[in-house]
């Protein structure tokens, strides 16, 4: 007998984009009911203890032409605050050239994570941008919820002595990966994605934000061109991030480099591969994957006000397999 979600009269804590895929993998209905738990307006007090004692946040944004960038903005534990369970104060600034220097505005959506690399603890807040001043910015708190602590990197962070975020170096344009970039994500095993939702069908209005954590082992992002191609692992089932890139494909990714402080940023569009091809089946633990065509992107070499020691590789990200090799 098929149920139906709870009808209390509330809105779904999700949107049409994440109900679809919701409803495509037969989990509908139990991912309604869990949402209407775990998804809030507000953050229970152990959430906004722990923003309050991170040393950095991942931001998820859109600029005035409609492209997600993810991005970080970092500062001694404490540059975090939270006034009342549904404000979030953040006393730092986007690093110099950070497309997100332009986006932080009155009503500005943001899609906030913090992420605790230590412990693997990560805790989602997207909201709406209250007042923005030189010393930082203030959010409104639409969504709080909690997330696993899979495919997270184990590392150990020095935090830094001060919100003050410069580059290292100037900051480098592009519209094609370069060697350098190339090399960063073939290393890399974290990245950081932005994706939006609009307001309606059709409209330049942005309905929402959300930034969120991908991990896996060196080389779980696969390059051919301009063309990322990313497993997706068994997650929460929410489709957060899926849901908003089917109702707009585009996305922002972010690389940090935590040894050198580098930060890559790219934007560009998406397309969901559902249905996975044999390289997909042929990688152990990936349930379909994800294409990232880049438009443009950014350097920011040693942007990071910290470094971060690599301590261990999630177990979760150890069960998972390998792109196929050719050749």
């Known amino acids: 007998m098929q149920s139906h979600p709870p009808d209390d009269g509330a809105p779904s804590p999700f949107h049409a984009g994440e109900q679809a895929l919701q409803a495509r993998v037969g989990k509908r209905d139990g991912m309604e009911r869990i949402g209407r738990r775990a998804i809030r307006p507000f953050m229970p007090e152990q959430h906004r203890t722990f923003f309050g004692q ?3 946040l991942a931001v998820g944004s859109v600029d005035g032409d409609g492209w997600p960038w993810a991005s970080i903005l970092a500062g001694a534990p404490g540059f975090i605050g939270s006034p009342d369970p549904a404000t ?6 986007p690093f110099a050239d950070d497309p997100l220097g332009q986006i932080l505005r009155p009503g ?3 899609g906030l994570l913090g992420i605790e690399l230590a412990t693997r603890r990560r805790n989602r807040a997207n909201g709406r941008v209250t007042a923005a001043e030189e010393s930082g910015f203030a959010l409104t708190v639409d969504q709080s919820f909690g997330n696993c ?9 020095e935090p830094p002595g001060a919100a003050s975020q410069t580059s290292s170096g100037a900051a480098e344009r592009f519209t ?3 060697a350098a970039a190339e090399a960063g994500i073939a290393k890399a095993d974290t990245l950081f994605v932005a994706s939006a939702a609009p307001a309606a069908a059709g409209s330049p209005e942005t309905h929402g ?6 991990g896996g082992r060196p080389g779980f992002v696969k390059r051919a061109g301009a063309t990322l191609t990313i497993p997706d692992y068994p997650g929460n ?3 957060n991030t899926f849901g908003n890139f089917l109702l707009n494909p585009k996305a922002g990714l972010l690389f940090p480099d935590f040894a050198t402080g580098d930060l890559l940023l790219l934007t560009g569009t998406v397309a969901l591969d559902w249905d996975p091809d044999a390289d997909v089946q042929a990688h152990a633990g990936a349930e379909r994957s994800w294409r990232f065509t880049l438009d443009h992107g950014l350097r920011l070499p040693g942007a990071l006000p ?3 020691a690599f301590d261990a590789f999630s177990p979760h990200s150890l069960a998972m397999g390998e792109w196929p090799r050719r050749g």
Do not use: E, G, W
């Open 176 to 178: 094609a990966l370069d």
């Open 209 to 214: 934000v959300d930034v969120s954590h991908r």
């Open 88 to 93: 979030l104060t953040v006393a730092a600034q």
């Open 54 to 56: 991170l040393p950095f």
């Open 108 to 110: 500005a959506p943001l």
């Open 149 to 157: 602590p899979k495919y997270i990197q184990t590392r150990q962070i």
């Open 237 to 239: 089932s929410f489709y």
């Open 306 to 308: 910290f470094r971060a």
